[in-house]
């Protein structure tokens, strides 16, 4: 898949096609963790840049930590997440729309699992 942007070998030529997300880690409905940084990764084609992504847990922004590697398309965060349900959102933008993608990851502290 090709990404967003001008220059290369297309002479400089916008692509018109929707940003992509494929959720890669942390897998499960919910995902189940014991520790409350667990690596978030995800693929996320046809934006230009970083600026082009909003990543929230809980729905609140984050802007520190986040790191998007456009030549690799990879998306990486280590949030801090609250004991029990927290939500993951990501919003992808470019010049034909956007696209979003969510997931629900379950924090239980090591002993705290209920049986």
């Known amino acids: 898949?090709?990404?967003?942007?001008?220059?290369?070998g297309n002479g400089g030529a916008v692509l018109?096609?929707?940003p992509v997300i494929q959720i890669l880690n942390p897998i499960g409905s919910p995902a189940l963790v014991n520790t409350p940084g667990p690596q978030v990764t995800m693929m996320i084609y046809n934006v230009a840049t970083a600026?082009?992504?909003?990543?929230?847990?809980?729905?609140?922004?984050?802007?520190?930590?986040v790191s998007?590697?456009?030549?690799?398309?990879l998306l990486s965060y280590t949030p801090n997440?609250?004991?029990?349900?927290n939500t993951i959102s990501v919003t992808a933008t470019n010049h034909t729309?956007?696209?979003?993608?969510?997931?629900?990851i379950q924090y239980t502290p090591p002993g705290k699992i209920k049986h």
């Open 1 to 8: 898949m090709t990404g967003f942007g001008g220059g290369g």
């Open 16 to 18: 018109a096609l929707k």
């Open 51 to 65: 600026s082009d992504i909003v990543l929230k847990v809980n729905n609140v922004q984050q802007t520190n930590g």
């Open 68 to 73: 998007y590697n456009s030549a690799t398309h």
């Open 81 to 85: 997440l609250s004991i029990g349900m």
């Open 97 to 104: 729309g956007n696209t979003g993608a969510s997931m629900n």
